[in-house]
């Protein structure tokens, strides 16, 4: 589909030089599951789609061809000279090529069909319109991007529609508001969520199951600091490497500060902080720490990519004799985690050494080739993403699909040979000698904003019973049941249980808690009162019946 996805961002720029001649052509690549192109001097809405739309079916329908040409910068200059973006381009290209498309001519290197007659004529459609940056550069001008979808058919086109439609349904931005999740503001600062009370309370309970389990494994729980000296980061090579993604520093007396965008240094200076054994590896150090990183403000999406977030993050230092083992019981227990909180379906990534790397390529060699066995050992599939692991050490990546089979990346098993080398990391072996100990960096949820901003879509906020802000809602229909509404929510002591005694219809409360996705509404009347039982209505099921409190929490709670 690349091909016809190309193809179809030229006829795009056709149809748009056609209807607006004075538009001045940007870039229009193929993207995943469409294409766009960018334009200077167009002023057009989402309004206008539909007419770009005729007038690119028009123009497939006459069947024009795309020929590709090799010309000189001389004659690049002389075709596009009406055309800055493109004469841009023309300076920084080794090899000029163009693509003819009847009288429409465009830069560019291809691919693309051999003629519009391939394109499925109902298998596209303009979706929006956009502000793009020439050349997602924040100091040039701002262009009109037009965004397109493609498939090889009008059913796929249209499943893929409905696709989009659940998925704004789904959005947690959207979620998260409307069910008093979190909230974002401007005046606080783009890209810095605050969790609201109910929010806060499902943060709570996967940071207890977070303790809870890795408590079980034998992680040692650190608590860092929001800012370090900026001589650790220029150490520990953040400095250079990342500079552009960490904020500006700090001054304070006669020193410079950085907010962390990491917690490993932290974390290494505690193991540094005394004389290790062989006998103390493995150790394992873990932290629900919060971090700080630039992110530009378009990318900024919800809780998905935010300036501030916090890592489940932790550092195993072990041996090299130890690392098998550690590989495989990190594996088993991310995918544990994840199954818990309903993920099934996994992707799994192995990356391999970059070109510019830090540490021993017989280490590179013996990580990468550990991690293999491990996932081999696991029985777990795996894709090789050559040269893509980070600089200091080979990685896996598992990347979830939630309930509409969107990849998402969460947990991450990465060695690090910067940080143990860069800190002059050592422990005393069994012969009484000092050696360099192996560091793997794993987050196995990654960071918990991301993580909820997944959940909230992966179920839609209508979360499963132990992770739901409000479990059970009693409702008295008057005022009379109030009383017995209390010695109800006392009775479920240890659930989140709130009444709603708000003086509305009783079919106004049911519906409110409906709205808010409660797993379970206890209706309560006279009678309900009278028998000491309770009417229980289950979310999207309704109505399953009256029962005594007892059976309520024994089979359902």
Request: aromatic share 10%; with cysteine; net charge positive.
């Amino acid at each position: 589909m690349e091909k016809t996805r190309h193809s179809l961002a030229h006829i795009l720029a056709l149809a748009v030089k056609n209807l607006y001649p004075k538009a001045k052509l940007g870039i229009g690549p193929a993207i995943e599951n469409g294409f766009y192109y960018d334009f200077d001097n167009l002023r057009i809405s989402d309004k206008d789609l539909n007419k770009l739309e005729k007038e690119m079916k028009r123009i497939i329908a006459k069947d024009i061809g795309f020929k590709k040409k090799k010309i000189t910068r001389a004659a690049a200059k002389r075709l596009f000279k009406q055309e800055k973006y493109k004469l841009e381009l023309i300076k920084e290209l080794k090899e000029i090529t163009i693509y003819e498309s009847g009288d429409f001519v465009d830069l560019c290197a291809g691919p693309h069909v051999k003629s519009s007659k391939e394109i499925p004529i109902e298998g596209f459609k303009l979706i929006k319109t956009a502000g793009a940056y020439w050349k997602g550069d924040e100091k040039n001008k701002m262009l009109t991007r037009i965004y397109g979808i493609a498939f090889g058919s009008k059913k796929e086109l249209n499943d893929y529609l409905k696709l989009q439609k659940e998925a704004e349904k789904r959005d947690h931005r959207k979620l998260g508001q409307k069910l008093e999740l979190f909230m974002l503001d401007e005046e606080i600062g783009q890209g810095l969520p605050i969790w609201l009370p109910k929010g806060t309370l499902i943060r709570k309970t996967i940071e207890d199951y977070l303790y809870k389990e890795l408590s079980s494994e034998n992680y040692q729980w650190l608590n860092t600091p929001h800012i370090g000296n900026i001589s650790l980061w220029k150490k520990s090579g953040h400095w250079s490497f990342y500079k552009e993604n960490l904020y500006s520093p700090i001054k304070i007396d006669e020193e410079e500060y950085l907010l962390k965008p990491m917690n490993c240094p932290f974390h290494v200076k505690v193991y540094n902080s005394k004389t290790r054994s062989y006998r103390d590896l493995p150790l394992k150090f873990a932290e629900l720490g919060t971090v700080y990183r630039y992110e530009r403000s378009g990318t900024l999406h919800g809780l998905t990519r935010v300036r501030g977030f916090t890592q489940d993050d932790a550092h195993i230092i072990c041996t090299p004799e130890q690392m098998p083992k550690e590989l495989e019981k990190l594996a088993k227990h991310g995918i544990k985690m994840l199954k818990d909180f309903g993920f099934k379906n996994f992707t799994i990534y192995l990356s391999t050494k970059p070109e510019k790397a830090a540490g021993k390529d017989k280490d590179w060699k013996k990580a990468t080739d550990t991690l293999k066995q491990t996932l081999k050992k696991l029985n777990l599939k795996y894709e090789t993403d050559i040269e893509g692991g980070v600089f200091y050490g080979p990685k896996i990546d598992i990347k979830i699909k939630d309930s509409l089979n969107r990849e998402w990346q969460c947990t991450t098993i990465q060695f690090d040979f910067n940080l143990p080398e860069r800190f002059k990391m050592q422990y005393v072996n069994e012969k009484g000698k000092k050696e360099e100990p192996f560091m793997i960096h794993r987050a196995l949820l990654g960071s918990l904003e991301r993580f909820f901003g997944v959940l909230i879509e992966h179920y839609g906020g209508a979360f499963p019973f132990w992770l739901a802000p409000v479990q059970i809602q009693v409702i008295p229909i008057s005022l009379k049941q109030n009383k017995y509404a209390e010695e109800i929510a006392k009775k479920l002591k240890g659930f989140r249980v709130k009444i709603n005694s708000d003086d509305n219809t009783l079919g106004k409360k049911i519906r409110e808690g409906e709205i808010q996705k409660i797993p379970y509404l206890l209706i309560i009347g006279e009678k309900e009162k009278k028998n000491k039982t309770v009417r229980v209505r289950k979310r999207e099921k309704g109505d399953i019946g009256e029962m005594k409190l007892e059976k309520f929490v024994e089979k359902y709670a």
